[in-house]
C-alpha cells in the first residue's frame, strides 16, 4: 500500500514520454545524471556525456538550418542545477562543430564561467550594462578561448542590482547588436528562473 502511495504522490517528471506529454515539445538530448566523482571531470573525459552534447548540438544545428535562430538562453529552476556547466559545455560542442559561438555570462549574481575557461580580468557584461552605448560595441565581442571559434563575454564581478540593470533602455541596443554580432549563436547563462527577477 506504502508503494502505491507513493507511486502516487510523486509529481517529477522522470521520463522523456512525460516530458513530450507535458510539454508537447520534442526533447533535443538527454545529459545523464553524473555522480559526484565525475562532477569535476571535463565532460571530454565522460565519452557518454561528450556523445550527449554532440547529439545536442547537431539537433540545434538541424533547427536552426530549419528555422533559423541565433540568441539561445540556458537557464534552470533553481540554482545548483548545472545550468552554467551546461552552457560552457554546449558552447564548446557547437564550437567544435564549426560554429562561431559567443557565450555570454548573463548570471550577474553569480558568474562562474571563469571556472570553465581562463578569462583575463577585463570589462565584461556587468559594465556593459551601465556604460554608454557610443563605447560598447567592441567591449560585447567577448574573449577568444583555447577552443577556436568560441569567444566568452564574462560578467566580471557579481552585481545585486542587476535586475534594474537589464531593463535600461541600453539593453534593446544590447540584444540587437548580439542578433547582428558575426556569431552562429549567442548563448546566454541567465540566473536560474524561480529565486530572482533577473
Given at each position: 500500500g506504502l508503494i502505491v502511495i507513493f507511486e502516487w504522490a510523486e509529481d517529477r517528471v522522470v521520463s522523456i514520454d512525460e516530458v513530450h506529454g507535458l510539454l508537447k515539445l520534442d526533447v533535443l538530448a538527454v545529459?545523464?545524471?553524473l555522480s559526484?566523482?565525475?562532477r569535476d571531470k571535463k565532460a571530454s573525459e565522460i565519452p557518454v556525456l561528450q556523445e550527449s552534447y554532440r547529439i545536442l548540438s547537431a539537433r540545434l544545428n538541424l533547427m536552426q538550418h530549419a528555422n533559423p535562430f541565433k540568441l539561445l538562453m540556458i537557464t534552470s529552476s533553481i540554482a545548483g542545477e548545472g545550468k552554467s556547466t551546461t552552457t560552457a559545455n554546449l558552447a564548446t560542442f557547437l564550437a567544435k562543430s564549426g560554429k562561431r559561438v559567443l557565450l555570454v555570462e548573463a548570471d550577474l549574481r553569480l558568474p562562474t564561467q571563469s571556472k570553465h575557461f581562463?578569462?583575463?580580468k577585463r570589462l565584461g557584461f556587468s559594465s556593459a550594462?551601465?556604460?554608454p552605448w557610443s563605447?560598447?560595441?567592441t567591449k560585447l565581442q567577448g574573449q577568444a578561448t583555447t577552443v577556436s571559434g568560441l569567444h566568452v563575454l564574462a560578467a566580471e564581478v557579481p552585481l545585486r542590482n542587476s535586475s534594474d540593470l537589464l531593463q535600461a533602455p541600453q539593453v534593446k541596443y544590447i540584444f540587437d547588436y548580439f542578433q547582428r554580432a558575426?556569431?552562429?549563436?549567442v548563448l546566454?547563462?541567465?540566473p536560474p528562473l524561480l529565486p530572482v527577477a533577473d
Open positions: 545529459l545523464p545524471q559526484r566523482a565525475q581562463q578569462l583575463e550594462l551601465t556604460e563605447q560598447l560595441e558575426p556569431y552562429d549563436y546566454f547563462d541567465t
